[in-house]
């Protein structure tokens, strides 16, 4: 069974420094997705971005951007310039190619710092 | 174009109810996923379902908790015969076609507190 694993239960960072979460997985499927998805405390589940195995490219959205390195089996979101309104538990996920679920880490709690 | 709907937002039922959630999908979204999120852990996948069929159940408890996703409305997560044990936040999500290449679309969750 896939299993995916998020090392820091807890991080901190300073307002406008840039963050690190972890993530790595565990597969043998050549083919899947990878998702990071954000929870505030209002308990909404917000997507934030998303990498394929095939992509070439590590994938980017604006101030979040995905350092796949796929020999490592490691998906790490990286979250540039923090803003107070970042601080969230973040949630990497694992994209099955049988397409039945994705299965969340157990996530990382951030906290912004002014 | 609205979001995934889920309702009631907060249930409260006590010791041996039925609790009935609600999820209508993105509009052109033919696939669902509920999901379960205990206080302090992540979501632990129970049901995928596509238009009138359960495609995954694995991760449903066999006794009391059933799901649908009938050709018209919304999917049902049905819990019979609750216990304080079922008190947790319930998601829904949706997606336009089959994972992994899909990024799925949450609801904002029904929280459900067994007295």
């Not at chain 1, 899947?32 to 490219?57: A, R, T, V």
């Not at chain 2, 995928?48 to 018209?72: H, T, V, W």
């Not at chain 2, 008190?87 to 067994?114: D, I, M």
Request: aromatic share 12%.
């Amino acid at each position: 069974a896939q299993k995916i694993t998020q090392t820091q239960p807890g991080m901190f960072v300073q307002e406008k420094e840039a963050v690190t979460l972890d993530c790595t997985y565990d597969t043998s499927d050549p083919s899947y997705g990878l998702f990071w998805y954000k929870q505030p405390s209002s308990g909404e589940m917000i997507f934030l971005i998303y990498q394929g195995s095939y992509d070439q490219q590590n994938a980017t959205e604006g101030r979040y951007s995905l350092n796949f390195q796929k020999a490592r089996k490691s998906a790490n979101l990286v979250i540039s310039a923090s803003q107070l309104g970042d601080s969230a538990m973040y949630f990497c996920a694992f994209g099955e190619t049988s397409g039945s679920r994705l299965t969340f880490g157990e996530g990382t709690q951030l906290t912004v710092n002014p | 174009n609205a979001g995934v709907m889920q309702n009631p937002r907060h249930l409260v039922r006590r010791r041996g109810q039925e609790a009935r959630l609600r999820c209508s999908p993105m509009k052109g979204h033919s696939h669902v996923y509920w999901y379960r999120q205990l206080p302090e852990e992540g979501l632990k996948f129970m049901v995928y379902l596509q238009k009138e069929n359960i495609i995954d159940e694995s991760g449903m408890p066999k006794e009391r908790f059933s799901a649908e996703f009938p050709k018209e409305g919304p999917s049902i997560l049905r819990i019979q015969q609750v216990v304080r044990g079922d008190s947790a936040a319930y998601f829904c999500a949706s997606s336009p076609r089959r994972l992994p290449n899909e990024k799925l679309f949450f609801g904002s969750g029904t929280q459900l507190s067994v007295l």
